[in-house]
T-cell receptor, first 106, second 116 residues
C-alpha cells in the first residue's frame, strides 16, 4: 500500500516568511498528487492537483512541485499570512499523509 | 456548483441507535467516497462508489453500511456503533473515479459523530 509521509509535523513561522512543506511517498507509480488545507473540525479544501506528467502547479501564493522518481512533493507558500494557519495534507490518489500543522504568527 | 453537501453536521447517537449520514453533489461526478477521520489523524478511506457500484471497501466493519441510490447521493447507514467510532466522517466526490484521469477530490464539510 502507498505510504505517504509529511514533514515537518508542525511548523510555526512569523508572518511574511516563505515556507516549504514536504511530502514523500513510497510507490513512484502514481497518477496524481493533491494538496489540501483543513481547518480544525472542518472538511478539506483542495489547493492544488499535480498530475503525474506535470512537474509543478501554481495558484496565487502557492506552488506545488512533484518529483516522481524520488517520490517527493513540496508545497511552497510565499509571504505567509495568519490566515494560512491550518493543517496541510498531501494525498497520493486516495492515500493521505498525516499533515503539517502550520501556525503563522502576526 | 462545486459543492459537496453533508448532513447532518453533528450527530450524537447511542450504541443501540440506527442513524444515517447523507452526502449530495451536483457536479455530475460519477465517483463518491466515504472517509473517516479521527482527531489529529489523516482521513482514512472507507468506501468508494464508482458509477453507483461499490468498488472499494477497506475492510470496514459491517456496522457501517454504505448506499448509493443514484450518482448524486451517497448514504452511510450506522447501526450498533461503538464509542471508538466517534470521528469526523467526510464525503468526497471526483469526476470518474478512475486512475489516470484528472481525479481531483472535492470534499464536504463532514459530519462530526459522537457515539455514547
Amino acid at each position: 500500500k502507498q505510504e505517504v509521509t509529511q514533514i515537518p509535523a508542525a511548523l510555526s513561522v512569523p508572518e511574511g516568511e516563505n515556507l516549504v512543506l514536504n511530502c514523500s511517498f513510497t510507490d513512484s507509480a502514481i497518477y496524481n498528487l493533491q494538496w489540501f488545507r483543513q481547518d480544525p473540525g472542518k472538511g478539506l479544501t483542495s489547493l492544488l492537483l499535480i498530475q503525474s506528467s506535470q512537474r509543478e502547479q501554481t495558484s496565487g501564493r502557492l506552488n506545488a512541485s512533484l518529483d516522481k522518481s524520488s517520490g517527493r512533493s513540496t508545497l511552497y507558500i510565499a509571504a505567509s499570512q495568519p490566515g494560512d494557519s491550518a493543517t496541510y495534507l498531501c494525498a497520493v490518489e486516495l492515500n493521505f499523509g498525516k499533515g503539517t500543522s502550520l501556525l503563522v504568527t502576526p | 456548483d462545486t459543492e459537496v453537501t453533508q448532513t447532518p453536521k453533528h450527530l450524537v447517537m447511542g450504541m443501540t441507535n440506527k442513524k444515517s449520514l447523507k452526502c449530495e453533489q451536483h457536479m455530475g461526478h460519477r465517483a463518491m467516497y466515504w472517509y473517516k477521520q479521527k482527531a489529529k489523524k489523516p482521513p482514512e478511506l472507507m468506501f468508494v462508489y464508482s458509477y453507483e457500484k461499490l468498488s472499494i471497501n477497506e475492510s470496514v466493519p459491517s456496522r457501517f453500511s454504505p448506499e448509493c441510490p443514484n450518482s448524486s447521493l451517497l448514504n452511510l447507514h450506522l447501526h450498533a456503533l461503538q464509542p471508538e467510532d466517534s470521528a469526523l466522517y467526510l464525503c468526497a466526490s471526483s469526476r470518474l473515479g478512475q486512475p489516470g484521469y484528472n481525479e481531483k477530490l472535492f470534499f464536504g464539510s463532514g459530519t462530526q459523530l459522537s457515539v455514547l
